[in-house]
């Protein structure tokens, strides 16, 4: 069966200090890969999409990027975090037609800049 | 961009009583999702309705999709206390991508 595992669970960092949370897939091949964001309370806003190695899209200009180094690995980094880019990061994966299939949730890790 | 609006925005009722929440969206879709989240985790897949279909059902579940409309419907029938949760619809958008509205929070009451 599949599974997805992202890490960490909670983490708090200083303004303009680097951030790095990764997500791992298992037991698929090729899946889409998605890192949303959700604020406290709000729904989720979709930050990058990947549908292959190397292939990242971006969906909102901020300071964060996304890299996907392997296939079923999905990283969501930052150079210098601000104060607006806490909230709860949720990883998740589709199969390769994305919209007609479910989205499979981590259960998200909760960044808290001070 | 497209996407799904939730109402109400807050729901409570007591356990036994059948809830019902609307998403309404604003251009043509392939399909429609309904997810659950519980506080401070990850959100759970319920069920897909797609764009030809008007009625689905899974266990207590029951959504409704009415594209003439743009709008869609999840009823939980006989709350349960485990019912208690976020509640999300999620619509298709361009290139692949899946576009969720901002939620509605459901408490059931014992």
């Known amino acids: 069966s599949q599974t997805i595992h992202q890490w960490p669970a909670t983490l708090v960092q200083p303004v303009g200090s680097p951030l790095s949370l990764e997500c791992t897939v298992e037991?698929?091949?090729?899946?889409?890969l998605y890192w949303y964001r959700q604020a406290a309370g709000r729904g989720l806003q979709l930050l990058f999409y990947?549908?292959?190695?190397?292939?990242i899209s971006s969906e909102v200009p901020q300071n964060l990027s996304a890299s996907r180094p392997q296939d079923r690995q999905f990283i969501l980094s930052s150079k210098k975090l601000l104060l607006s880019d806490s909230g709860f990061y949720l990883c998740?994966?589709?199969?390769?037609?994305?919209?007609?299939?479910?989205?499979?949730f981590g259960n998200g890790t909760r960044l808290t800049v001070t | 961009s497209q996407q799904g609006e939730e109402d109400p925005q807050a729901l409570s009722i007591q356990e036994g009583e059948n809830a019902t929440m609307n998403c309404s969206y604003k251009?043509?879709?392939?399909?429609l999702q309904w997810y659950r989240q519980n506080s401070g985790r990850g959100l759970v897949h319920l069920i897909l309705?797609?764009?030809?279909?008007r009625e689905k059902h899974s266990g207590r579940l029951r959504v409704t999709l009415d594209t003439s409309k743009k709008s869609s419907s999840l009823l939980i029938t006989a709350s349960r206390a485990a019912d208690t949760a976020s509640y999300f619809c999620?619509?298709?958008?361009?290139?692949?991508?899946?576009?969720f509205g901002k939620g509605t929070r459901l408490h059931i009451l014992p």
């Open positions: 998740a994966w589709s199969v390769l037609s994305g919209y007609n299939s479910p989205l499979h």
């Open positions: 037991g698929t091949s090729n899946p889409n």
């Open positions: 990947s549908v292959g190695i190397g292939q």
């Open positions: 251009t043509s879709i392939n399909n």
């Open positions: 309705i797609r764009s030809n279909e």
């Open positions: 999620a619509t298709d958008g361009r290139d692949d991508k899946i576009i």
